[in-house]
Structure formats: C-alpha cells, structure tokens
C-alpha cells in the first residue's frame, strides 16, 4: 500500500508539475548520508507518520445473508500518511522553484482520483483526501525542528502533505519480499573500522523470497 501512494504521488508530480528528466524524485529518508550522494536535483518525499484517523471511523456493521448463513463485514479503516515535502539543489533558486511546482501540484489536487493511483489503491471505495501544508488537526502535532533533529541534517524549507487512504484489516495480500543491499567499494586506510577514505562506486544486491527462503542474487542482477 505504501509503495503504491508512493508511486501515485511521483505520477502527480512528474505529471502535474510536468517536471523533466532532469529532476529525480525520492522516497528515502532525507538524512545527511542521503543528501551527500545527491548529483541531481531531487524532490523528497519522506514518509514520516503513519496512524488511524479515528474521526472517520465507522463501527457499523454489514449484514449481507445467503439463505440459512449470513456473513458480517465491517468498513475498512482510514489511515493517515503523513509526507515531508522538501527539494534539493545546488542553487537555492532552483530548489524553491521545484519546491514551489510541487506545493502548487498538491495544493491544487484535494483528493487523488482513484483512476489516478496507482496498484491495490485503484480498489479504494473512495478517493484519497489529500491535506497540504495545513497545520490544523490532525498536522498540528508535527514540530518540523524536532524532525529535523532527529534526521540530523540541515533544516530545509518544507510542507507536509497528509494522505488518508482505506486499510482493510480482514484483506490479505501476498507478495514477494524484496531485500536490497548496497555494497560501496573504495580505498580505506583502517577496513576493520568500515570507513572508506576515496569512495568509488557502489553495488546493489536485490533477492526474493520465495517459499519462505530467501534466494541468493544470481549472475547480473548487480548494478553499479
């Protein structure tokens, strides 16, 4: 579910923003070792927060009956993702200018249109409320200082945008585990301490669970 928000929310922006090649976009935690790799200008979307709406919670029950047995079903809960917004540039007028194109895009978009996400979203029974840079409930519990802090990097300007989609506890789905590891290669004068003095690369390792075991990555599934 996750994943599929965050590839609805690349599809608004690329989309809506009509951003070009040259922007990336991403979902990692913008923490300093994330913005020191950075080559490109990037827009970050960083999931932070997750919980139950409990002012959209409906306890009512479904009764639906076949003849001599009844089935009874309750609604899907709603679940608000809390997003930080930032961009990142070499140029400061850059990364407003990208900020400014994303803010516009969610700020004009109240609610994403079912037909417009992306994977198990799609099945939603309602589009998803979108709340941008709006620090009335539930936003008002955020300090945007303190997760900084806790990101350990500079403050950067910033929105939060919070999306409130369907979990439906009673829903079960099966899907294959995805481990990804990155190996970075270089020069180091102290190994056994993991530090690398001349950095030069980086490798990436993904593998599959399949029947419960996780399989090793075959020939050519590195990438550097």
């Not at 579910?1 to 090649?21: H, I, P």
């Not at 300093?32 to 932070?48: G, H, M, Q, V």
């Not at 990804?180 to 690369?201: H, I, M």
Request: charged share 30%.
């Amino acid at each position: 579910m996750l994943e599929d928000l965050d590839k609805s929310f690349e599809r608004l922006v690329k989309e809506g923003g009509n951003l070009g090649g040259d922007i990336d976009i991403s979902f990692e935690m913008p923490n300093r070792e994330w913005s020191a790799r950075l080559s490109r200008p990037t827009l970050n979307c960083f999931c932070f927060d997750m919980r139950e709406n409990v002012r959209l919670r409906h306890v009512e029950r479904e009764v639906s009956r076949n003849g001599t047995t009844a089935r009874i079903s309750r609604p899907p809960r709603r679940i608000d993702l809390t997003y930080l917004v930032t961009a990142w540039a070499r140029k400061i007028e850059d990364e407003h200018r990208l900020l400014w194109r994303a803010f516009t895009v969610f700020k004009r978009t109240p609610s994403l249109a079912r037909g417009r996400t992306e994977g198990a979203l799609r099945y939603s029974t309602v589009d998803i409320p979108l709340v941008t840079a709006d620090f009335s409930p539930p936003n008002e519990r955020y300090n945007l200082i303190e997760l900084w802090s806790v990101l350990d990097n500079q403050m950067r300007l910033g929105f939060l945008v919070t999306a409130t989609v369907e979990f439906d506890p009673n829903v079960i789905e099966d899907s294959p585990l995805v481990l990804e590891a990155t190996f970075r290669v270089g020069q180091s004068g102290e190994p056994e301490q993991g530090v690398l003095d001349a950095p030069s690369g980086e490798i990436k390792h993904k593998t599959k669970s399949r029947g419960g075991k996780v399989e090793p990555p075959k020939e050519g599934d590195a990438t550097s």
